[in-house]
């Protein structure tokens, strides 16, 4: 199989589209898939082998988890940008895994780096995060990756040693829901993201190839075969492909280029095709 964990492709909209934007760009999404996608796509959405995510800003959320449920094609999932590990409590400014799941919302992203660069994420708060958004049965996507200046002095991979033992939950050792793809890791070096210097597919793999390595000394063979590993950083439909081809990179969390449907859509048409490559 060309994907053995299949493509993920994910929109992470930021601090982009209202709700009223938010409802445009589903209408729009929904009139264009049927011709903008390629015959291929209907079957990988069905086996799951494609996924489409959007994560947009919290308070669009709850419209956008309303259109994904009536969406019947492209299927849409949706995700937050940022959930407290608390269930409930005195956290002014928070929103809470249960008023998530409320919305019918899965998944969760953990850790982006405007998060860390910010609002002063680290990797003991993406660790919380991570381990009680698992536990509340989330399926999250942790971001990792290094500054420019931490790859020009060659500490990628010890950076992304950090990050990773650091972020990732010590009990979740071994544990099967490792196995299904609920935990995701996106690869998004600093230096990538917004600034339209993508990593090459040569320094994406080397770097996807490091977190695998990671995740087979913490978890095991098994769950690190089956973990899929996201680039994100400056992807656009015309880079994707060469990205997908890689033999470790298993989608993309993608930014500016997801905002317009039918932006995203072009990224799921390759996402299509890598899948049956
Ligand atoms: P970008 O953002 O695609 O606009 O570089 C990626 C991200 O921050 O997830």
Redesign the pocket.
């Known amino acids: 199989m060309a994907k053995p964990r299949g493509v993920l492709i ?1 929109g ?1 909209w ?1 601090m982009n589209h209202t709700s009223a934007e938010t409802s445009g760009f589903f209408a729009t999404l929904r009139a264009q898939a049927e011709k903008s996608l390629p015959s291929q796509a209907k079957k990988a959405f069905e086996s799951k082998q494609l996924q489409a995510v959007v994560i947009p800003p919290m308070f669009s959320v709850e419209k956008a988890a309303k259109l994904a449920q009536e969406m019947i094609y492209p299927p849409v999932q949706v995700a937050a940008q940022n959930v407290h590990w608390e269930k409930k409590g005195a956290f002014t400014g928070e929103v809470s895994g249960p008023m998530l799941h409320e919305l019918g919302l899965k998944w969760a992203l953990v850790g ?3 998060r860390r660069q910010f609002f002063g994420e680290t990797d003991e708060t993406a660790r919380k995060r991570t381990e009680s958004l698992l536990e509340q049965g989330f399926k999250v996507i942790l ?1 990792v990756g290094e500054t420019r200046a931490e790859r020009e002095a060659g500490q990628t991979s010890s950076v992304l040693t950090r990050q990773i033992q650091g972020a990732l939950p010590e009990k979740a050792k071994g544990a099967a829901k490792f196995l299904d793809g609920t935990l995701v890791i ?1 690869y ?1 070096p600093v230096w ?5 210097l ?1 990593a090459s597919p040569e320094q994406a793999e080397e770097a996807h190839q490091t977190l695998r390595k990671l995740l087979w000394d913490r978890f095991g063979m098994e769950a690190s075969g089956r973990t899929p590993i996201l680039y ?5 439909p015309e880079n994707v492909d060469s990205l997908l081809a890689c033999a470790n990179v298993d989608g993309a ?6 905002l317009k449907p039918d932006g995203f859509l072009a990224l799921l048409a390759a996402g299509a095709i890598a899948t049956a490559r």
């Open positions: 994910a992470n930021k982006h780096s405007e971001c996106a998004e990538a993201i917004g600034t339209g993508t994100g950083g400056s992807v656009t969390l993608v930014g500016g280029a997801s």
